[in-house]
C-alpha cells in the first residue's frame, strides 16, 4: 500500500504565500516524477508544477515565477511554495506521483486527496 498526503493548504488574501508539502509513505523502492495538479470548480485538473528525482522542474504558464517545486528524496516528499498568490489560484490541490513498489515492478502513479487553497480577500 502505498499513500500520498497533502498538507498545508488554507484560506490567504491574494498577495500572500502559502507552502503545500506532499509526503509519501507504505511500500516505496523509488518514486520518480512528482507533481502538483489543481482542480478549480467547473474547470479540468491542470498541472501546476512537475520535479523529477534529479530536481529537473517544470512549471504551468499561470505559476511561472510565482510558484516554487521541490523535494526530499529521503524524506519522500514534496513541497510547493505559493507566492504572489491570486484569486484564480483557488483550487483543490493534488499531489501525483509515479512509485515503484519493489525493484521488479514497473512504476505506477498514485493520487493524493487533495488539500484546498482559496485566495480570497
Known amino acids: 500500500q502505498v499513500h500520498l498526503v497533502e498538507s498545508g493548504g488554507g484560506l490567504v488574501q491574494p498577495g500572500g504565500s502559502l507552502g503545500l508539502s506532499c509526503a509519501a509513505s507504505?511500500?516505496?523502492?523509488?518514486?520518480?516524477?512528482m507533481a502538483w495538479y489543481r482542480q478549480a470548480p467547473g474547470k479540468q485538473r491542470e498541472l501546476v508544477a512537475r520535479?523529477?528525482?534529479?530536481?529537473?522542474?517544470d512549471y504551468g504558464d499561470s505559476v511561472k515565477g510565482r510558484f516554487t517545486i521541490s523535494r526530499d528524496n529521503a524524506k519522500n516528499t514534496m513541497y510547493l511554495q505559493m507566492n504572489s498568490l491570486e484569486p484564480d489560484d483557488t483550487a483543490l490541490y493534488y499531489c501525483?506521483?509515479?512509485?515503484?513498489?519493489?525493484?521488479?515492478?514497473?512504476?505506477?502513479?498514485?493520487w493524493g486527496q487533495g488539500t484546498q487553497v482559496t485566495v480570497s480577500p
Open positions: 507504505g511500500s516505496i523502492s523509488s518514486i520518480s516524477d
Open positions: 520535479v523529477d528525482r534529479s530536481s529537473t522542474t
Open positions: 501525483y506521483a509515479l512509485i515503484q513498489t519493489t525493484r521488479t515492478t514497473p512504476h505506477r502513479f498514485y
